[in-house]
């Protein structure tokens, strides 16, 4: 059984003291290298049980719980550096699937940013509201199903809309599979994983241009670390 | 595509090889939009590999899965899907919306984990609150007073920390700049506690106020636990301790 495999099986469980004990094994040593190469394939790995007709949907919410719980203990207490900037995360309404929303946030947070996290389905008017009184730099956006697309447009349309200009990044499981340049606008950020979104917060510091997928970005420093 | 003439309390298809819809009892007519005479046109996108592997795996044995389904209410249902193929080499589909009650108690739990949540959030607003009233509260523990043309007097109230003397420095130096003292005076009588950190942040707008003036700073009302401290800074050449108030006011005040 490899790692991945293993780390599915306590998250499917729903023993989250097994399953820490499963991530404390792991020889990676960066958080960042924790979420991107083994908590993000054990639940596509729990995806492909289920697509294997070897467990239910039900299972996975518990999965998904233990890992929620996981998330937050290796995100806890990390320590408030001076802030790098404002960023907001946000699921669009109806997305369920904010595992990896919450990844995010934990790697800007590990960066020194000051961070809002809303987890699962924010509607948009009340994104708006936030992102009106809080002015972040930064707003990213998680779409995992294909029939919630359509929605895409709206909203990144509405955060461009907005005075101060955030920067407008996407991700999410479509982010990886399809090209989502005709859901966005031309502003829009996509990255299609951790070390791209981490290579993007490195360029941010250093006050870089920066669009996403449309040029080729260097494999990320940042795991070894 | 025909319809079934059983009476059955599911819906229910009979699928081809391909995928195409050969049969469809009522309910299956009432649930799902057949138009398409397909299965395909049925199924969620993610579903379908799944559908496809697990089909072509099985046999005359029933299996059970669960699918993503399209309905005519609601474009994303879960279902429990009954499949078994005849030696006519076709497929009988029974399909079973998923309870109800699962849905419930994982709305619940939802709702449980946004309560967490939002819990943080308040915890993290009041946080905010806080730190401004304390910066707020250090900006007032330093105010600049002009006491002539001349002298200007900056009384330090509570205990010297990097986070109170980085809040007064500001204002403190514009003040400064835009008169035209002779003296500045540091009034330390009402300092308590003095951390080593603020210390330093001190010494450096003492120094600063001095570099950019050229003017003898003073410092007055110091304590033997602040004297201590201060010793070990050697600022003998450009600061001047311990006059009182009252010598100071007369000397700037009466010429
Ligand atoms: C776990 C899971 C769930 C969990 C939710 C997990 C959660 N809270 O996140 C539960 C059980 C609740 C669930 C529910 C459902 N799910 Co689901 N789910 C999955 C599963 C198995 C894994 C998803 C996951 O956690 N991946 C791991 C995370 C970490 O990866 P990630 O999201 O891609 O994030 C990474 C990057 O994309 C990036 N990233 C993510 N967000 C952002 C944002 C920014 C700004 C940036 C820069 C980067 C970034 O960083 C992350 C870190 O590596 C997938 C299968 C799969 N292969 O993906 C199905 C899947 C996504 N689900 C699916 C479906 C259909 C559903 C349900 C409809 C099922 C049902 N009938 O109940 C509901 C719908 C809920 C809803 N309305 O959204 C389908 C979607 C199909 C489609 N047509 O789009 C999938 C593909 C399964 C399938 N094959 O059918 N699901």
Known sequence: MTHIEMLASCLLEGDPDKAWACIEKYSGSSKPDVYHNLMTPAMRHIGHLWESNEITVADEHLATATCDFILSKLSFGSEKKPSAGRAMFLCLDGEQHYLGLKMVDSLFREHGWDTRYFGPSLPLEYAVQTAEAWKPDVIGLSVSMVYHLPQLREYAEAFSRLPEKPAVLLGGRLADLYDLRPYCTGDTVILRDLPETETWIRHHVMGGQQSGTTEPIPSSPVFES | ?255
């Open chain 2, 1 to 255: 595509m025909e319809r079934l003439n059983l009476s059955l309390p599911l819906p229910c298809l009979k699928v081809n090889r391909d995928g195409r819809i050969v049969s469809y009892s009522a309910l299956a007519e009432d649930h799902f939009d057949l138009s398409k005479a397909h299965i395909r046109s049925l199924v969620d996108e993610g579903s379908i590999s799944k559908l496809g592997r697990i089909s072509s795996e099985s046999g005359p044995v029933p299996v059970k899965m669960e699918l993503n389904m399209k309905t005519k209410k609601n474009p994303l249902v879960l279902f429990d899907v009954y499949l078994q193929w005849d030696t006519e080499n076709r497929a009988t589909m029974m399909f079973v919306q998923k309870d109800r009650s699962n849905e419930e108690l994982i709305e619940k739990l939802a709702s449980i984990q946004i309560r967490l949540a939002s819990t943080d959030f308040e915890l993290l607003e009041k946080k905010d609150e806080l730190e401004q009233v304390l910066r707020r509260m250090d900006e007032l523990s330093g105010p600049f007073i002009p006491l002539s043309d001349t002298l200007c007097m900056i009384p330090l109230f509570g205990d010297i920390t990097a986070d109170k003397i980085n809040a007064i420095s500001d204002s403190c130096l514009q003040s400064v700049f835009r008169g035209n003292y002779e003296a500045i005076l540091f009034d330390l009588t009402a300092v308590g506690e003095v951390h080593a950190d603020g210390i330093d942040k001190f010494i450096m707008l003492v120094k600063t106020l001095n570099f950019m003036t050229g003017n003898v700073i003073k410092l007055i009302g110091i304590k033997p636990n602040l004297a201590k401290e201060l010793n070990h800074h050697h600022l003998d050449h450009w600061v001047q301790f311990n006059h009182s108030l009252k010598e100071e006011l007369s000397t700037y005040l009466h010429h």
